[in-house]
T-cell receptor, first 114, second 109 residues
Framework: GAGVSQSPSNKVTEKGKDVELRCDPI?????LYWYRQSLGQGLEFLIY????????KSGLPSDRFSAERTGGSVSTLTIQRTQQEDSAVYLC????????????FGPGTRLTVT | GQNIDQPTEMTATEGAIVQINCTYQ??????LFWYQQHAGEAPTFLSY????GLEEKGRFSSFLSRSKGYSYLLLKELQMKDSASYLC??????????FGTGTRLLVSP
């Protein structure tokens, strides 16, 4: 089927507003990851979902960031009260299982906070 | 902490061979990945090494030495389309990958 999809592809928002980013993983993939990539930086792990287990939130940079995964499929990353330093590309990836499986990345959402 | 080092940028000529090195110091190790990322696009999987040695896949090969905390990606018969960033990532055993900052490879005619 289709690959990982993300929406929107671009989002421009004003400082202080909330944003929601969506990820549709590949069907049948039980693991889902969110990463952030700032200009000139490596991918920064944010959060990991595996099946019905409690998510690994250890990479979330502050309590303004949260994510959920409904029905083991679609995931939403929410950033509250956005700040300019939140500007980055947010990438979602899914895989068949745990981290020793290849991760398939979506095209990303470019977030710009003005 | 987790530390993964790669050169920031490399240049090479079309048709040549280039080796991109990656050294790592992590709290755990359960495999190393290489991904390719063209500008403005998502990363795509290239290789996975969990045991020492060389894995060959067409023009691309990847090597791992766990005792040295070292890996390299070897690209042969370079083509212009190989101009991209190459990301080294370590599975630290905690069900997530830690990525290096990537090596930007520029291939010239």
């Amino acid at each position: 089927g289709a690959g990982v999809s993300q929406s929107p592809s671009n989002k421009v928002t004003e400082k202080g507003k909330d944003v929601e980013l969506r990820c549709d993983p590949i069907s049948g993939h039980t693991a889902l990851y969110w990463y952030r990539q700032s200009l000139g930086q490596g991918l920064e792990f944010l959060i990991y979902f595996q099946g019905n287990s409690a998510p690994d939130k250890s990479g979330l940079p502050s309590d303004r960031f949260s994510a959920e995964r409904t029905g083991g499929s679609v995931s939403t990353l929410t950033i509250q009260r956005t700040q300019q330093e939140d500007s980055a590309v947010y990438l979602c990836a899914s895989s068949l299982g745990e981290a020793n499986y290849e991760q398939y990345f979506g095209p990303g959402t470019r977030l710009t906070v003005t | 902490g987790q530390n993964i080092d790669q050169p920031t940028e490399m240049t090479a000529t079309e048709g040549a061979i280039v080796q991109i090195n990656c050294t790592y110091q992590t709290s755990g190790f359960n495999g190393l990945f290489w991904y390719q990322q063209h500008a403005g696009e998502a990363p795509t999987f290239l290789s996975y090494n969990v045991l020492d040695g060389l894995e060959e896949k067409g023009r691309f090969s990847s090597f791992l030495s766990r005792s040295k905390g070292y890996s390299y990606l070897l690209l042969k018969e370079l083509q212009m389309k190989d101009s991209a960033s190459y990301l080294c990532a370590v599975n630290t055993g905690f069900q997530k990958l830690v990525f290096g900052t990537g090596t930007r490879l520029l291939v010239s005619p």
